[in-house]
């Protein structure tokens, strides 16, 4: 009876057992959560009073989608990896509903020309965002259970290629075409690390980029946007307008900026001030040092999710590792091209700076990112804590034995 009571309640004990926090990677998240929050309410200050009367409008929404982002990462904090790969399929089919459902007419929400939200209660749902997500698990999970038809056969590489390609079809459908880019980048990175031969790598790395290049130079509305970010001041006031204020603003931080709150540019000169180019208008508050801080914070973050795919790897969890080379990809390429569209160094994407720009569904599901992150940390902690206390029981073992052995000898 008494040896039968603790497997009455083995979920309540799953509870307590005390998570293992990566203490860098969740401090390096929380500085640019907290630090985002600074810089959105400065950049979204003359917007919001303007449009609703509400200087902090903006801020007080993307501060509740950090609250629910929280509380969903709080959740997935719980959820065992294994449970997300034996869910693999699900969430294929979860993202595909979600890229299908937003082009049905009447169903998905369009803005400036763009039909990519999902109206979810009281927000729009971006469905690029949990679509990205799901892909990622998913497609984490097929390299582990096909790793050896990945390494040897083209069709090993070409199933999750033609899955990934429709997918991408779907967003350039809405069309969105930052966030196909990013995926099948990121999705390629991914295959890459598990093993795929250089052969097929490029052959479709190169397929995709000429596709890529053909979309953009057929359709007149990106080609025109391509050329203007190729001399943005030959047409500074209808195609390159966004970018030159853009760099006006950069230019006017200099070195030190010239303060919070004193930004000119945001004051409904530049556009997209508060989502798109909210990097450019922390760079004219802040200058070139805070740019710097902030480049050295998102690179010491990326380094930190490289170094927990590393040791997932080591510890052969390769599903673990793919699913942080994935998530890590994700955010430093969507850092990357912000930071350079804010520059002039790429074309207009139409992207957030993960944890900074005002985006509410980007906000939850790169919170549920981190989250996922914190977990594999977890899982690798606990399954070495083990194997240190037997390496040291074994140690001393060893120990006690050589000083007995000792002991006789000189007896």
Known sequence: ?????????????????????????????????????????????AVSDAAVGNPFFYLERQAVAAALGIAAGAICLFIPMQMWRTLGPLLLLLAFALLIVVLLPGVG???????????????????????????????ASYLVRHNKSLRERFAGFARPMLILSFACALLLAEPDFGAAIVLLATSLAMLFVAGARFRDFFAFFGAAVLAMATLAITSPYRLKRLTGFMDPWADPFNSGF??????????????????LGDSVQKLFYLPEAHTDFVFAVFAEEFG?????????????????????????????????AYVAIGLGTWLGLQA????????????????????????????????????ILL????????????????????SKSKSKNVSRTGTRKRA
């Open 1 to 45: 009876m008494m040896s039968a009571q603790p497997s009455l309640m083995p979920f309540p004990a799953r509870l307590r057992t005390s998570l293992t926090i990566d203490p860098l990677l969740l401090t390096l998240a929380l500085a640019l959560l907290l630090g985002g929050f600074i810089i959105l309410a400065s950049a979204s200050v």
């Open 109 to 139: 929400h369009t803005v400036n020309g763009s039909t990519r939200w999902l109206r979810v209660g009281f927000m729009n749902l971006q469905v690029s965002e949990p679509a990205r997500l799901a892909l990622i698990l998913c497609l």
């Open 242 to 259: 966004q970018l030159t204020q853009s760099l006006i603003a950069i230019g006017r931080g200099e070195w030190f900026g010239v303060g």
């Open 288 to 320: 070139l040092l805070g740019v710097l801080l902030l480049i050295a914070v998102f690179a010491l973050l990326l380094w930190r999710i490289a170094n927990l795919a590393h040791r997932a790897a080591q510890a052969e969890r390769f599903y673990e």
């Open 336 to 371: 990357f091209i912000n930071i350079g569209v804010n520059m002039g160094l790429l074309p207009t994407k139409g992207l957030t700076l993960p944890l900074i720009s005002y985006g509410r569904s980007s906000m939850i599901i790169t919170m549920i990112a981190i989250a």
């Open 375 to 394: 977990r594999i940390h977890h899982e690798l902690a606990t399954d070495a804590a083990p194997s240190n206390r037997r390496r040291k029981s074994k």
